[in-house]
């Protein structure tokens, strides 16, 4: 099984950058499409990008489409998330997760706080 590490969570302004990291451990790293959640305070956890084993395939949601980009670096097992011209907003738990091709979310980080002050 895969264990999963965020960091680089932070306190930054509005139109300000970030870059989220995701260390992977315990198994081979390009079995695994890897993605990134987040759940701001009251509201649901929501899908934010994932990212194919070939680091080319990629998805987005609509709210981050255009300032996020995802990728791998499959010989370093990590995956990165870097977000660009961030919102209010984009405040949220983001947590890195992985799965096996198009099955369950089944592994995840504990999580790193992005804060975007106004």
């Known amino acids: 099984q895969v264990q999963l590490a965020e960091s680089g969570g932070g306190l930054v302004q509005a139109g300000g950058s970030l870059s989220l990291s995701c260390t992977a451990s315990g198994a081979t790293f390009r079995w695994y499409t890897m993605g990134w959640f987040r759940q701001a305070p009251g509201k649901e956890r929501e899908f934010v990008a994932a990212?194919?084993?070939?680091?080319?395939?990629?998805q987005y949601s609509d709210s981050v489409k255009g300032r996020f980009t995802i990728s791998r670096d499959n010989a370093a097992y990590t995956v990165t998330l870097q977000m660009n011209s961030l919102k209010p907003e984009d405040t949220a738990d983001y947590y890195c997760?992985?799965?096996?091709?198009?099955?369950?979310?089944?592994?995840w980080g504990q999580g790193t706080q992005v804060t975007v002050s106004s």
């Open positions: 990212i194919r084993w070939n680091g080319i395939t990629t």
């Open positions: 997760a992985a799965r096996v091709g198009e099955s369950e979310w089944n592994y």
